[in-house]
């Protein structure tokens, strides 16, 4: 069981809108910055978005990050058949004292 | 460019020490380099955080895995090391390196990352 919530997406076709989801707690997201990973199959996870809702060099304005409270989310818009990957979101725990993932949210389009 | 390369066993026996080195190249572990960690991946399933630390000293790990787990750097070689001990085939997992880019603690992100490395605990 992971200490984040990431609920399944529902698949999505080229061209919409898709957010995914990051539910934590106060320890967490409540008083910490979240980042959020990209994986492809067979491949390290890559950085798409730190401090809630930056965006590294490179990253295309089609992902954006948001948080509030105890939640996070990561929205793709204009989805691209090359967006279908799994996706993570990580915080700093302050009660676990470590970093915490979320299980991970496979993202199929369609 | 800071790129990362782990190395070491792909196969490692139950009970025994798993030990991984990660070489970093493109920049040297420093004080302008400081923080790096660990992060493993089971087969199928999802990133769980090893432990980070500072080069000269701090580190934070995993509670889970805290009674087994040391990291250390050779700063000469510019390279990270990870040693777990007793594994058991719950250890089987990619592992990766990866440099948290403002601290070890806090709200810091993970990049870049290393390729990964598989290994399996099997006798």
């Known amino acids: 069981q992971s200490v984040l919530t990431q609920p399944p997406s529902p698949s999505a076709t080229p061209g919409q809108r898709v957010t995914i989801f990051c539910l934590g707690g106060s320890s967490n997201i409540g008083r910490n910055d979240v980042c959020w990973y990209q994986q492809f199959p067979g491949a390290a996870p890559k950085l798409l978005i730190y401090k809630n809702n930056q965006r590294p060099s490179g990253v295309p304005d089609r992902f954006s990050g948001s948080k509030s409270g105890t939640s996070a989310s990561l929205a793709i818009s204009g989805l691209r058949s090359e967006d279908e990957a799994d996706y993570y979101c990580?915080?700093?725990?302050?009660?676990?004292?470590?970093?915490?993932f979320g299980g991970g949210t496979k993202l199929t389009v369609l | 460019q800071l790129q990362l390369q782990e190395s070491g066993p792909g196969l490692v026996k139950p009970s025994e020490t798993l030990s991984l080195t990660c070489t970093v190249s493109?920049?040297?572990?420093?004080?302008?380099?400081?923080?790096w960690g660990w992060i493993r991946q089971p087969p199928g399933k999802g990133l769980e955080w090893i432990g980070s630390f500072y080069y000269g000293g701090s580190t934070y790990y995993n509670p889970s895995l805290k009674s087994r787990v040391s990291m250390s750097v050779d700063v000469s070689k510019n390279q990270l090391s990870l040693r777990l001990t007793s594994v058991t085939a719950a250890d089987t997992a990619v592992y990766y390196c990866?440099?948290?880019?403002?601290?070890?603690?806090?709200?810091?992100?993970?990049?870049?990352w290393g390729l990964g490395i598989l290994v399996t605990v099997s006798s």
């Open positions: 990580a915080a700093w725990d302050d009660s676990l004292n470590g970093v915490v």
């Open positions: 990866a440099r948290p880019a403002t601290g070890v603690s806090g709200g810091s992100w993970f990049d870049p």
């Open positions: 493109g920049a040297s572990i420093s004080r302008n380099n400081p923080y």
